[in-house]
């Protein structure tokens, strides 16, 4: 091992867990939402995103 590769390890395996973390209390929230509104709040979500970064379709 190289030289500050545990700290690499280290860094990496905390933002995995953060990630974790958010994803369910994401779910949580989520969870009594019908389908059909958590679709239009992705659709609106994913939209805006590709207006915001000029992103066309390809």
């Given at each position: ?16 867990r953060?990630l974790?973390?958010t994803l369910?209390?994401?779910r949580?929230k989520l ?18 995103t ?8 390809h």
């Amino acid at each position: 091992m190289k030289k500050g590769d545990l700290s690499k390890v280290i860094e990496d395996t905390a933002k995995w867990r953060v990630l974790d973390q958010t994803l369910a209390e994401v779910r949580g929230k989520l969870a009594d939402m019908p389908p059909e509104e958590l679709e239009t709040l992705i659709e609106e979500a994913v939209a805006s995103t590709i207006a915001a970064t000029h992103i066309g379709p390809h």
